[in-house]
C-alpha cells in the first residue's frame, strides 16, 4: 500500500495525521454537523472541479464557506449529477460533496474529478441492474449519496485505497472500467 501512497503524492505520516481530523469532521457531518467538519479542516473554504462526462458540463467553485452549504452552487451540482438518461435532478446530498472535497485534497489533485455516474432515477438504476450484477438494486445513486468518478493522473487503486482507508463512506474500485464509486453512506468497500 505504501508504494501506491507515495505515486500519489501523499506520504503516509502526513496521511496518518490527517485521518484522525478528517474522519472525525466527516463522521460529524454525516451525523449532522456540517460545520463540525469545517473546524476538522480548518474551516476553510470547500470547493469542487467537476467534469460530467456524459454532458460536458462543469462545475468549478466553492459549495461550502463561512460555516454553511452554498445554496446556488448546491443547485448547480444538483443539475450537473443528474440522471443524463431522463434529465432528471435529485437533491444531492451535500455529504458527497464533502468526501470528494477531502479525498481530492488528500490526493493532491488539481485537475478535478471526472464523474461517470451521479443521480440515478430508480427506473435507471432498475435498467442498468438489469444489464450487470456489479449495479444494486439498491442503489445510493438513487438517493443521491453516491458517485462514479476518477481523478485523471491518479491510479483508481491509489485512490479507492486512500478513501477506504479514510473510511469517510462507501468506496467501490471498478479497476477494469477505470473509476471508483464514492459515497456518504456507511463505511464500506468492495
Not at 472525525?24 to 473554504?45: I, R, S
Not at 443528474?82 to 481530492?104: G, I, K, N, Q, W
Not at 438494486?137 to 486512500?162: E, N, Q, V, Y
Request: one cysteine or more; aromatic letters at 6%.
Amino acid at each position: 500500500m505504501a508504494a501506491c501512497l507515495c505515486c500519489a503524492g501523499v506520504s503516509r505520516r502526513g496521511l496518518l495525521r490527517g485521518f484522525a481530523a478528517i474522519g472525525t469532521g466527516l463522521a460529524c457531518a454525516a451525523a449532522g454537523g456540517g460545520p463540525a467538519l469545517a473546524q476538522a479542516t480548518g474551516g476553510a473554504p470547500r470547493a469542487l472541479r467537476i467534469h460530467r462526462m456524459q454532458t460536458d458540463e462543469v462545475f468549478d467553485g466553492t459549495y461550502w464557506r463561512d460555516g454553511r452549504y452554498d445554496r446556488e452552487s448546491l443547485k448547480q451540482l444538483d443539475w450537473l449529477f443528474r440522471d443524463p438518461a431522463r434529465d432528471e435532478a435529485t437533491p444531492m446530498d451535500p455529504r458527497l460533496f464533502d468526501v470528494m472535497h477531502v479525498v481530492a485534497q488528500e490526493m493532491d489533485a488539481q485537475e478535478g474529478f471526472q464523474v461517470i455516474s451521479g443521480y440515478r432515477s430508480p427506473e435507471t438504476n432498475a435498467q442498468r441492474a438489469r444489464e450487470s450484477r456489479r449495479v444494486s438494486r439498491a442503489s445510493l445513486h438513487m438517493s443521491g449519496m453516491a458517485a462514479d468518478c476518477r481523478l485523471p493522473g491518479r491510479d483508481s487503486l491509489a485512490l479507492a485505497r486512500l478513501a477506504a482507508e479514510m473510511q469517510i463512506g462507501g468506496v467501490g474500485l471498478y479497476r477494469r472500467d477505470g473509476f471508483v464509486h464514492l459515497d456518504c453512506g456507511p463505511a464500506r468497500r468492495w
